[in-house]
């Protein structure tokens, strides 16, 4: 498995980074790893979501349709509530 080393943490966030694993009752480094475990994985499932969107709009454009910006008559329908 990998290891990282973290150099030149502010003190101030270094005592704040050990009270909220104090406060999870894990271990530094325990508290670490899932932090960098959640942040892979949030990237990687925004990632997925940006491909599904493109693909979803060039399947609509596909269909011959022009989809542009509706910005007008949202406000529009708002407006008229």
Same mark, same amino acid.
Request: charged fraction near 45%; avoid cysteine; proline fraction near 0%.
């Given at each position: 498995?990998?290891?990282i080393l973290v150099r030149g943490?502010?003190?101030d966030v270094m005592r704040a980074f050990k009270e909220r694993a104090r406060r999870h009752g894990r271990s530094q480094e325990q508290e670490a790893r899932?932090?960098?475990e959640e942040? !892979?994985?949030?990237?990687?499932?925004? $990632?997925r979501f940006e491909?599904?969107?493109?693909r979803?709009?060039?399947e609509l454009?596909?269909?011959?349709? !022009?989809?542009g910006d509706s910005t007008? $008559?949202?406000r529009a329908d708002r407006d008229s509530r």
């Amino acid at each position: 498995m990998a290891q990282i080393l973290v150099r030149g943490i502010a003190d101030d966030v270094m005592r704040a980074f050990k009270e909220r694993a104090r406060r999870h009752g894990r271990s530094q480094e325990q508290e670490a790893r899932l932090l960098i475990e959640e942040a !892979a994985l949030e990237s990687e499932g925004w $990632e997925r979501f940006e491909k599904f969107s493109a693909r979803m709009l060039r399947e609509l454009r596909r269909g011959g349709e !022009a989809y542009g910006d509706s910005t007008r $008559e949202i406000r529009a329908d708002r407006d008229s509530r």
